[in-house]
């Protein structure tokens, strides 16, 4: 976790005492930064308002508190306390202003009028990222690119750099975002973030060789890195490249299953959990690639416990014990998958597998009726339920079911072969000729 100022325990005490004691201005500032990390704009904007009062000629307390007014959605307010500062054309007050009028509804002039600031000089570039960053959620994002791509000149520093290639990446701008990631790195070959953030825009681009180098990089300056690690681990693992894809996944694993142990984590905690849930979805996948069933199903067990209404997890542990061998126990997680979804043909096509193989034909057969319900044009689903009540030694169902079939006219090779051979073993011409014609 983030640490927290002085001033900031000091404010959740003066909270709790019902009652603010004296704080510098610098304390103030301080205290709201880190109010605001944790999202608590109403108590940052009260905090800031008790700076204004204990500093009432303190032209940083009244900015801050404009500040916070536009966090909060109180416009009408910060842009009646800023009419002092409209014209001053210092660089807080030039912020202030293009943050005000993107919330007035005018962003694309405030982006011109505001990258004028940064190619003038009157804004810096970290000044000029920083009050990009604060807005844009609230800035349209197809009017963003444009005035970024034209900033780039101007920033020299790789660190700003990377942040630039970061809001494209974020504007789904991903072949601008890279080119601008790769000078950054050109100035600082050691940025991680810009090589996470390179690794993920050639990911998205589908240069997997190219995401994958990124990456190599990165993790030669961090070898811990588990961004690094889970973009290496997906990559190798769609390019069926498994071992590696299994070293890789296993540190990212490690590495959230440890964060969440210890409950020191800069992630929020759902994100954490989505982290370990894609590992081990991926490692399952890669175990049994490798054909390390009983790893495999580790995974999908510990998925599975994780989130017990993941159909992925369920319908590949029944994939795992059938290859293990264990018939009975992926019976009970078919069940469990059919009684959630019992109309997803996938889930009825694996559970008659199932029970076919456990030779409960009785449950087979119903699972058959039901797929036939579902999907009554599928002639695939009609054969096998003819000629499993065949095998059933239910000739008479068997019988109806076959001449249903060929009733339907299917087209299939496959079908038209077997029933080819159902209506040979009962020596019906007529219904044979019904099949030549079908072939032609």
């Not at 009062?53 to 959605?73: A, C, G, R, S």
């Not at 807005?135 to 000149?153: N, R």
């Not at 982290?275 to 790893?295: N, R």
């Amino acid at each position: 976790m983030t640490k927290k100022s002085q001033a900031y325990y000091r404010f959740c005490h003066d909270m709790s005492q019902g009652k603010f004691s004296y704080y510098e201005p610098e304390e103030i500032q301080d205290a709201v930064m880190d109010l605001m990390d944790d999202g608590n704009r109403e108590d940052a904007l009260l905090l800031a308002e008790e700076g204004k009062k204990q500093h009432p000629d303190d032209e940083e307390m009244d900015k801050l508190v404009i500040w916070m007014y536009i966090h909060n959605n109180r416009t009408e307010e910060a842009a009646s306390l800023f009419e002092k500062y409209r014209n001053d054309n210092q660089d807080s007050s030039l912020c202030l202003k293009f943050s005000l009028e993107v919330l007035k509804g005018d962003p694309d002039k405030a982006l011109k009028t505001f990258f004028a600031s940064l190619k003038d000089g009157a804004v810096g570039p970290t000044e000029w990222l920083n009050t990009i960053d604060e807005m844009f959620e609230t800035i349209p994002s197809h009017l963003l690119p444009k005035w970024l791509a034209k900033a780039v000149p101007f920033v020299k520093k790789a660190e700003e750099m990377g942040r630039i290639g970061g809001f494209l990446m974020d504007c789904c701008q991903f072949k601008q975002a890279a080119d601008v990631l790769e000078k950054a790195l050109d100035i600082d070959a050691y940025d991680i973030y810009s090589w996470q953030d390179l690794a993920r825009c050639y990911m998205e681009l589908k240069e997997d060789d190219r995401s994958l180098e990124a990456c190599t990089y990165g993790l030669a300056i961090n070898d811990q890195n588990p961004l690094l690690h889970f973009i290496s681990g997906y990559i190798c693992s769609n390019k069926n490249d498994y071992k590696q894809s299994i070293e890789h996944l296993e540190m990212v694993r490690q590495y959230a299953e440890g964060k969440m142990q210890s409950k020191m984590f800069s992630l929020p905690k759902d994100e954490l959990y989505q982290q370990i849930s894609v590992a081990y979805s991926l490692l399952g996948h890669a175990y049994i690639e490798t054909e390390q069933f009983e790893k495999a199903r580790e995974c999908y067990e510990c998925l599975y416990l994780r989130e017990p209404a993941n159909m992925e997890a369920i319908l590949q542990l029944v994939t795992v014990e059938m290859m293990i061998g264990d018939s009975p126990k992926a019976a009970e997680y078919i069940i469990q998958a059919l009684e959630r979804n019992p109309k997803d043909s996938i889930v009825l096509s694996m559970y008659v597998s199932i029970m076919t193989t456990m030779h409960r034909f009785d449950e087979a057969l119903e699972g058959l009726r039901n797929l036939i319900r579902i999907k009554p044009r599928s002639h695939n689903y009609q054969l096998a339920y003819a000629e499993l009540l065949l095998h059933c030694k239910k000739t008479e169902e068997a019988d109806k079911a076959f001449r249903k079939l060929l009733a339907s006219k299917p087209r299939q090779g496959t079908v038209l072969e077997a029933l080819t051979i159902y209506f040979e073993s009962i020596d019906d011409n007529a219904a044979l000729q019904q099949i030549n014609e079908l072939k032609k």
